[in-house]
Nanobody, 119 residues
Framework: QVQLVESGGGLVQPGGSLRLSCVASGGASGIYQMGWYRQAPGSQRELVAAVGSGGITKYAESVKGRFTLSRDNAQNAVYLQMNSLKPEDTAVYYC?????????????WGQGTQVTVSA
Protein backbone atom coordinates (compact mmCIF):
# COMPACT_ATOMS: atom_id res chain seq x y z
CA GLN A 1 0.00 0.00 0.00
CA VAL A 2 1.50 3.27 -1.11
CA GLN A 3 1.41 6.22 1.28
CA LEU A 4 1.98 9.77 0.14
CA VAL A 5 2.92 12.49 2.62
CA GLU A 6 2.72 16.09 1.48
CA SER A 7 4.21 19.27 2.88
CA GLY A 8 4.31 22.89 1.87
CA GLY A 9 1.39 25.02 0.87
CA GLY A 10 -0.05 27.98 2.72
CA LEU A 11 -1.02 31.57 2.08
CA VAL A 12 0.92 33.69 -0.38
CA GLN A 13 0.37 37.00 -2.14
CA PRO A 14 -0.13 37.16 -5.90
CA GLY A 15 3.21 36.94 -7.67
CA GLY A 16 4.74 34.97 -4.82
CA SER A 17 6.18 31.47 -4.71
CA LEU A 18 5.58 28.24 -2.86
CA ARG A 19 7.13 24.78 -2.94
CA LEU A 20 5.20 21.59 -2.37
CA SER A 21 6.86 18.31 -1.45
CA CYS A 22 5.56 14.77 -1.55
CA VAL A 23 7.32 11.64 -0.30
CA ALA A 24 6.08 8.16 -1.10
CA SER A 25 6.55 5.03 0.98
CA GLY A 26 5.16 1.51 1.32
CA GLY A 27 5.59 0.09 -2.16
CA ALA A 28 6.77 3.31 -3.73
CA SER A 29 9.13 1.41 -6.02
CA GLY A 30 6.10 0.36 -8.05
CA ILE A 31 5.09 3.93 -8.85
CA TYR A 32 5.62 4.76 -12.50
CA GLN A 33 4.11 8.23 -12.43
CA MET A 34 4.01 10.88 -9.71
CA GLY A 35 2.61 14.34 -9.76
CA TRP A 36 0.16 16.90 -8.43
CA TYR A 37 -3.50 17.54 -8.99
CA ARG A 38 -5.59 20.36 -7.57
CA GLN A 39 -9.20 20.98 -6.77
CA ALA A 40 -10.79 24.36 -6.27
CA PRO A 41 -14.19 24.75 -4.57
CA GLY A 42 -16.97 23.76 -6.94
CA SER A 43 -14.54 22.40 -9.51
CA GLN A 44 -13.32 18.98 -10.53
CA ARG A 45 -9.89 17.75 -9.61
CA GLU A 46 -7.46 18.58 -12.40
CA LEU A 47 -3.92 17.66 -13.33
CA VAL A 48 -1.29 20.26 -12.52
CA ALA A 49 1.88 18.38 -13.43
CA ALA A 50 3.10 14.80 -13.54
CA VAL A 51 6.29 12.97 -14.41
CA GLY A 52 6.63 9.40 -15.60
CA SER A 53 9.40 6.94 -14.89
CA GLY A 54 10.97 7.87 -18.23
CA GLY A 55 11.35 11.43 -17.04
CA ILE A 56 8.78 12.98 -19.35
CA THR A 57 6.87 15.73 -17.55
CA LYS A 58 3.47 17.09 -18.52
CA TYR A 59 1.92 20.33 -17.29
CA ALA A 60 -1.48 21.91 -17.39
CA GLU A 61 -1.53 24.77 -19.87
CA SER A 62 -2.45 27.20 -17.12
CA VAL A 63 0.78 26.58 -15.18
CA LYS A 64 3.33 26.18 -17.97
CA GLY A 65 6.24 28.55 -17.51
CA ARG A 66 5.34 29.19 -13.87
CA PHE A 67 5.42 25.78 -12.18
CA THR A 68 8.26 23.27 -12.25
CA LEU A 69 7.95 19.65 -11.24
CA SER A 70 10.99 17.66 -10.22
CA ARG A 71 11.37 14.06 -9.10
CA ASP A 72 13.94 12.44 -6.84
CA ASN A 73 13.78 8.73 -7.53
CA ALA A 74 16.23 7.90 -4.76
CA GLN A 75 13.96 9.59 -2.22
CA ASN A 76 10.69 8.54 -3.90
CA ALA A 77 9.73 12.19 -3.85
CA VAL A 78 8.38 14.88 -6.11
CA TYR A 79 8.56 18.62 -5.68
CA LEU A 80 6.40 21.30 -7.23
CA GLN A 81 7.98 24.75 -7.39
CA MET A 82 5.25 27.29 -7.98
CA ASN A 83 6.25 30.80 -9.06
CA SER A 84 4.28 33.84 -10.16
CA LEU A 85 1.25 32.53 -8.31
CA LYS A 86 -2.17 33.86 -9.23
CA PRO A 87 -5.43 33.92 -7.27
CA GLU A 88 -6.81 31.30 -9.66
CA ASP A 89 -4.13 28.90 -8.42
CA THR A 90 -5.96 28.76 -5.09
CA ALA A 91 -6.99 25.16 -4.47
CA VAL A 92 -6.30 22.05 -2.45
CA TYR A 93 -3.29 20.35 -4.02
CA TYR A 94 -3.07 16.57 -3.94
CA CYS A 95 -0.02 14.45 -4.54
CA UNK A 96 -0.68 11.48 -6.82
CA UNK A 97 1.20 8.24 -7.30
CA UNK A 98 0.19 5.84 -10.07
CA UNK A 99 0.98 2.13 -10.00
CA UNK A 100 0.46 -0.46 -12.70
CA UNK A 101 -0.16 -3.96 -11.36
CA UNK A 102 -1.21 -6.88 -13.56
CA UNK A 103 -2.39 -4.48 -16.23
CA UNK A 104 -4.52 -2.45 -13.83
CA UNK A 105 -3.74 1.15 -12.92
CA UNK A 106 -4.12 2.22 -9.30
CA UNK A 107 -4.06 5.83 -8.14
CA UNK A 108 -2.90 6.75 -4.66
CA TRP A 109 -3.48 10.16 -3.12
CA GLY A 110 -2.02 12.31 -0.41
CA GLN A 111 -4.21 14.03 2.15
CA GLY A 112 -4.13 17.34 0.29
CA THR A 113 -2.55 20.66 1.16
CA GLN A 114 -4.22 24.05 0.85
CA VAL A 115 -2.69 26.73 -1.35
CA THR A 116 -4.27 30.17 -1.08
CA VAL A 117 -3.15 33.06 -3.25
CA SER A 118 -4.59 36.31 -1.98
CA ALA A 119 -3.59 39.85 -1.23
Amino acid sequence: QVQLVESGGGLVQPGGSLRLSCVASGGASGIYQMGWYRQAPGSQRELVAAVGSGGITKYAESVKGRFTLSRDNAQNAVYLQMNSLKPEDTAVYYCNGRVLTNGITYDYWGQGTQVTVSA
